[in-house]
């Protein structure tokens, strides 16, 4: 399916989002952003939109959540013409880190940012590609802040609403273009 101008932005993701039930384990119903992302005019719309619910909250930065959230954050800063700094999984980021814990359903992971690229007083845009629990944004959220960094916004193209995932962040004003459930 190919988006068209006249759809609205909620009906081009709905359109270009697959479900998978099961998948990766049995009970999880997996939001497959692939279609969107082979989709140009899509995908286009999907960054177009976002730029508009960031851009108001004034971000001196955006800061993209490994790896999907690299996927809707690298042409989001392209199109804000805003620095992009990325959280990634340990162990690849090259110079002094910063890093947080955060629970998973079985043990905990991490994820670190570089030290030096958070400023105390800057304004950060979060942008990851799906807000679920919550867990993960709550965690890059606390990373931001533990290094003197305000919270601008938390930006998803999606947002699983019945998990609850916005309450965790409570002190960050919470953008998404399609909320489900
Ligand atoms: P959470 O910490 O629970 O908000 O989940 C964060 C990450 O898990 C997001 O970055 C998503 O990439 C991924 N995720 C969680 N649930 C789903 C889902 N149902 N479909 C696709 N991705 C998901």
């Given at each position: 399916m190919t988006a068209a101008s006249h759809d609205t932005v909620e009906s081009v993701l709905t359109s270009l989002i697959r479900d998978v039930p099961d998948f990766p384990k049995p009970g999880i119903v997996f939001k497959d952003i692939t279609p969107l992302l082979e989709d140009?005019?899509?995908?286009?719309?999907?960054?177009?939109?976002?730029?508009?619910?960031?851009?108001?909250?004034?971000?001196?930065?955006?800061?993209?959540?490994?790896?999907?959230g690299f996927i809707f954050g690298a042409p989001l800063a392209l199109h804000l013409g805003l620095p992009l700094i990325v959280v990634r999984k340990p162990g690849k980021l090259p110079r002094a880190t910063e890093s947080v814990a955060y629970q998973l359903e079985y043990g905990e992971d991490r994820l670190e940012v570089h030290a030096d690229a958070i400023?105390?007083?800057?304004?950060?845009?979060?942008v990851d590609d799906v807000l679920a629990t919550g867990g993960t944004a709550e965690?890059?959220?606390?990373?931001?802040?533990?290094?003197?960094?305000?919270?601008?916004?938390?930006?998803?193209?999606?947002?699983?609403?019945?998990?609850?995932?916005?309450?965790?962040?409570?002190?960050?004003?919470?953008?998404?273009?399609v909320r489900y459930g």
């Amino acid at each position: 399916m190919t988006a068209a101008s006249h759809d609205t932005v909620e009906s081009v993701l709905t359109s270009l989002i697959r479900d998978v039930p099961d998948f990766p384990k049995p009970g999880i119903v997996f939001k497959d952003i692939t279609p969107l992302l082979e989709d140009a005019a899509g995908f286009r719309a999907c960054i177009e939109a976002l730029a508009a619910r960031v851009s108001p909250h004034r971000p001196d930065a955006l800061v993209a959540i490994e790896s999907r959230g690299f996927i809707f954050g690298a042409p989001l800063a392209l199109h804000l013409g805003l620095p992009l700094i990325v959280v990634r999984k340990p162990g690849k980021l090259p110079r002094a880190t910063e890093s947080v814990a955060y629970q998973l359903e079985y043990g905990e992971d991490r994820l670190e940012v570089h030290a030096d690229a958070i400023r105390a007083g800057h304004r950060y845009a979060l942008v990851d590609d799906v807000l679920a629990t919550g867990g993960t944004a709550e965690a890059v959220t606390s990373l931001i802040t533990r290094l003197g960094g305000q919270m601008a916004c938390a930006a998803f193209p999606l947002e699983l609403g019945f998990l609850g995932g916005r309450a965790r962040l409570a002190g960050a004003v919470t953008e998404s273009l399609v909320r489900y459930g």
